[in-house]
């Protein structure tokens, strides 16, 4: 691989003295000029190349070369690249559509924003308004977005800046078995006591069915079903956030898909249109949708629905179906998780490989005996980097960019890549893996 040339281009220093790098000290904000991609790869303007082996931000499940989706975004923009939410394009109708015929169950009505955190909100103030109740449960292994609300049911520590947030926002344990003091069973016994104590003013619990950016964590198959329960035994609503899961990321269309679970609401983005386009979505029961016959719908964007968003959201849909890359996902995913369990079988600084389909992730160790993590918590807030950052940046020298988040290394390349993508990327892991094999204690 090419050498990173000192000299920065024009982009990256217009970029760094204009552009908010995002969650980040501007100190330590060094963009890299990206100039062109293919398939699950991706090149900058200093000759270098990385396989894609988390997705971007766990969103480009369509890779870098879906031209059904494209072109079908420049159709739209030629057509009428933007009209007012009140008037009903032939995109959005149909992508409203398709939504109910992929989603389970009886999810059928959706409402169309902009982004993840967008969709959260929605969601939020779907299950006020329905319930008449205010408060939301959701746990502290979390991430919901960046805006206001959202930011307030998110657990993570990125939230502590925007404290004191909306009220009515409660913390639950979550189902972490490698890092939490409660079984993952147990949390739910917790979460039950927590709606009883709160009397009947919770609205909704509001979780991600595989913790995402938090560490990919995956419950026991009862788990989704059992908080269901839970939640309608005390009068409360299910949001199931797919944000990062949706979209054939498990192996299933849904992360819910996995536990055979069908939510109150549903929240989307990422995928949903492979990240070709902003794009957000809100999906509700018809019992709920039918609440708001006759009680005011009392939400909305400009941009609910953009055109352009919702022709991507719709190619990007049908590109799924079309190529069957949710099954696809699974069998390669497959392939992709004996992987990594090589991985950790050749390195002990390697504590816990889990996930299902094309979302997995590696958590780190300092010792082999027990779980003591090279990242924490206030990582995430904190100046300079971990030894879990060495490990990625060691990993992009070789020619493959892998995000990670605290302790953990997130696996999610796009769903069309091959078993020998996979194979020339564990390659390059092998060796990067060495440097937290390195740092060990003992």
């Known amino acids: 691989m090419a050498e990173m040339e000192e000299q920065k281009t024009d982009v990256e220093r217009l970029d760094k003295e204009y552009v908010f790098g995002t969650w980040s000290y501007q100190s330590e904000v060094d963009p890299t000029e990206i100039v062109g991609s293919e398939g699950v790869r991706f090149r900058d303007a200093h000759g270098n190349e990385w396989i894609d082996f988390s997705g971007q931000l ?33 995109a959005r109708a149909k992508l409203g559509e398709k939504l109910a015929e992929v989603t389970p169950g009886n999810l059928s009505k959706t409402f169309f924003s902009t982004s993840g955190t967008e969709a959260v909100e929605a969601a939020i103030k779907i299950a006020r308004m329905y319930t008449g109740k205010q408060k ?18 998110t657990g993570d520590p990125r939230r502590l800046a925007a404290e004191p947030g ?25 979460i039950d006591e927590m709606l009883m104590l709160e009397g009947d003013t919770v609205a909704a619990i509001l979780v991600e069915p595989i913790v995402g950016s938090n560490g990919i964590l995956v419950p026991p198959k009862e788990y989704l079903p059992r908080l269901k329960e839970i939640a309608h035994d005390h009068d409360a609503l299910l949001i199931c956030d797919e944000v990062m899961a949706g979209f054939g990321r498990t192996g299933e269309w849904f992360g819910c898909d996995v536990f055979d679970v069908t939510p109150d609401i549903m929240t989307m983005a990422k995928g949903l249109t492979g990240a070709y386009a902003p794009l957000g979505a809100t999906i509700v029961t018809p019992e709920i949708a039918d609440h708001f016959e006759e009680n005011m719908f009392c939400h909305g964007h400009t941009y609910a629905g953009h055109p352009v968003a919702c022709a991507a959201g719709l190619a990007a849909v049908e590109t799924y179906q079309r190529e069957n890359l949710v099954e696809y996902a699974s069998e390669v995913g497959e392939y992709l998780g004996d992987r990594l369990e090589e991985l950790k079988e050749s390195h002990p600084s390697v504590g816990d490989v889990r996930g299902v389909g094309l979302f997995r992730g590696i958590e780190l160790t300092k010792s082999s005996e027990e779980r003591v993590p090279f990242g924490v918590r206030e990582d995430k807030v904190s100046k300079g980097s971990t030894v879990v950052d060495e490990v990625s940046g060691a990993a992009a020298d070789g020619g493959v960019y892998v995000a990670n988040m605290i302790n953990t290394l997130i696996i999610a390349p796009p769903l069309t890549i091959t078993e020998s993508d996979i194979d020339e990327a564990v390659s390059v892991l092998d060796d990067a893996l060495d440097v937290s094999d390195a740092a060990m204690i003992d």
Do not use: W
């Not at 972490?176 to 079984?183: C, V």
């Open 166 to 190: 909306i009220p009515g926002t409660i913390k639950a344990p979550d189902p972490y078995a490698y890092g939490s003091t409660l079984d993952p069973m147990e949390s739910l016994d917790y």
């Open 136 to 153: 939301i449960i959701s746990r502290y292994r979390s991430y919901h977005g960046a805006t206001y609300g959202s930011i307030s049911v």
């Open 58 to 90: 766990m969103c480009s499940n369509l890779g870098h070369s879906a031209d059904a989706v494209s072109d079908a975004m420049a159709k739209q923009a030629e057509q009428g690249a933007y009209f007012a939410p009140g008037f009903a394009t032939e």
